[in-house]
């Protein structure tokens, strides 16, 4: 789920699905395929009566477990408690697309347009970020199916190829090395008549179980320590003689410092919300493939793929050759509201199927088995903004707008370092002190983003080209060129 790209071919365009494709959306699950796993774990208990701790993480998701983690190993004497309100991993955490990303910026492209000064430094902390990652997965054992292949921006319609020679050039001068193909070496990597050409990140994206990745931070927290509690919604946050209480559904967490990891949800602190608005993605996930249609693609170096429109499609294989496929249609709810009603949307799916046999036309016949949405955490800067507030007790991350599986777990240190009150490199960067726009209020929110949406959806129809609409929305340096 990353919503960040420069028009998809007109094979790939948003018309609606022929019916014989429907068939293979038949036996689909509504449910997330990383969550429908014979090995998740069970449900940890909940919190019942009163819990006093030094750190009080809300929220399950990577925000949350990263930050957990992280407390523990910097401090092991630190007495931590994470609570969830549903399940570890239940929300956008174990329904994105698995696509873990060096950058803190959202791209390379985002962080230019609005940090161009601290570019190369963001950079460097993204990529041993996600070299931390890397370093963890392996020090806690966790099987999440992690592989580092990299990612490929593909072109499927030909100015594309050119936006992608200039973002290769813009990168080479910062020192960073992406792999320009041309349509038959694109083609080689992964066959689809769409594809003519690419640009390939070798280093900095790994493939990943989201779930499994959850799960796994779960049991590394657990064994350091950390006490977790699920079922368990923190529904009031109030400051406590020198801490905060934090009120629950059975009872209180009494706290010296909390830290809010709820992501989409509506944050416990009321003036971080105009800040954040739920859009939702939508994904299919194919039964495995047999070899010979493997053999049929090619993709023997498995990296992720994303092709370079607006309305983007991303693409990848599981551990057992399945692909995820996703994107496309981003919708926002008006109000805002994260709701379950908005987590299945046939239409999408009817659109994603169609799109899907259009890119790959060798793979008729294949059957989709899970179909399923969620809530992206979006921000006007498309990139994570972090905060404290009751005189430095709490502390926060959101805004991660799909690209937080690797970007939590910078978030994670950059909070702890604030409540810790440190000035280190990760609090000095212009990126952390700022706040991105906030959205205004109903029904200007709708109308601005519905606005977008058509805007750029006629963008893909008319070779990139931004109207007026979105010029503006540069020039304000809202940044929606997703």
């Known amino acids: 789920m990353d919503p960040a790209r420069p028009s998809p071919s007109a094979t790939l365009r948003g018309r609606r699905c022929a019916p014989r494709h429907y068939q293979a959306l038949a036996d689909v699950q509504p449910t997330p395929y990383w969550l429908d796993d014979p090995g998740r774990p069970g449900a940890r208990p909940a919190l019942v009566g009163d819990e006093h701790c030094d750190l009080l993480v809300v929220g399950g998701g990577y925000s949350g477990l990263w930050t957990a983690l992280i407390a523990k190993e910097r401090d092991p004497s630190r007495d931590v408690v994470l609570i969830e309100g549903e399940r570890i991993g239940w929300a956008a955490t174990g329904r994105n697309g698995g696509f873990c990303a060096a950058s803190i910026t959202h791209g390379l492209g985002n962080g230019l347009e609005r940090w161009p000064g601290e570019i190369t430094e963001?950079?460097?902390?993204?990529?041993?970020?996600?070299?931390?990652?890397?370093?963890a997965v392996a020090r806690h054992g966790i099987d999440c199916d992690f592989e580092r292949t990299g990612e490929i921006d593909v072109a499927t319609e030909p100015y594309q190829v050119d936006d992608l020679h200039a973002l290769?050039?813009?990168?080479?001068?910062?020192?960073?090395?992406?792999?320009?193909l041309d349509r038959d070496a694109m083609r080689a990597e992964v066959d689809s008549p769409t594809?003519?050409?690419?640009?390939?990140?070798?280093?900095g994206v790994a493939m990943l179980h989201p779930a499994k990745l959850a799960w796994g931070l779960a049991d590394a927290c657990a064994r350091l320590g950390v006490r977790i509690?699920?079922?368990?919604?923190?529904?009031?946050?109030?400051?406590?003689?020198?801490?905060?209480?934090?009120?629950?559904?059975?009872?209180?967490?009494?706290?010296?410092?909390?830290?809010?990891?709820?992501?989409?949800?509506p944050s416990l602190v009321k003036r971080v919300r105009p800040f954040v608005v739920p859009v939702y993605d939508y994904a299919l996930m194919t039964e495995p493939l047999?070899?010979?249609?493997?053999?049929?693609?090619?993709?023997?170096?498995?990296?992720?793929?994303?092709?370079?429109?607006?309305?983007?499609h991303y693409f990848r294989l599981t551990a057992d050759n399945r692909i995820l496929w996703g994107g496309y249609d981003a919708i926002y709810p008006y109000g805002g509201r994260v709701a379950a009603e908005h987590?299945?949307?046939?239409?999408?799916f009817a659109k994603l199927a169609g799109q899907f046999f259009d890119c790959f036309p060798q793979l008729e016949g294949v059957r989709f088995t899970h179909a399923w949405g969620g809530a992206i955490d979006t921000c006007s800067r498309f990139s994570a903004f972090y905060g404290t507030a009751h005189g430095g007790r709490v502390g926060y991350a959101a805004g991660y707008t799909g690209l937080g599986v690797g970007a939590t777990r910078f978030g994670a240190d950059v909070v702890l370092d604030l409540l810790a009150g440190e000035r280190t490199e990760r609090t000095e960067l212009e990126m952390v002190r700022s706040k991105p726009l906030p959205f205004p209020p109903e029904p200007i929110a709708w109308a601005g983003i519905e606005l977008t949406r058509r805007s750029l959806a006629a963008a893909d129809r008319n070779a990139g080209r931004r109207n007026l609409w979105l010029k503006t929305l540069d020039r304000l340096g809202l940044g929606f060129d997703s």
């Open 122 to 135: 963001l950079e460097r902390l993204g990529n041993r970020n996600l070299d931390e990652i890397e370093a």
């Open 168 to 180: 290769a050039e813009e990168a080479a001068g910062h020192g960073i090395r992406l792999d320009l």
């Open 195 to 203: 594809f003519l050409g690419g640009l390939w990140d070798r280093e």
């Open 229 to 265: 509690h699920e079922h368990t919604r923190a529904t009031e946050l109030a400051r406590n003689g020198a801490g905060m209480a934090v009120r629950t559904g059975y009872g209180r967490v009494f706290a010296r410092q909390v830290v809010l990891g709820s992501g989409v949800f």
């Open 290 to 312: 047999s070899a010979e249609r493997m053999a049929s693609l090619g993709w023997k170096n498995r990296q992720g793929l994303g092709d370079s429109a607006n309305q983007f």
């Open 343 to 348: 987590d299945q949307r046939p239409e999408t």
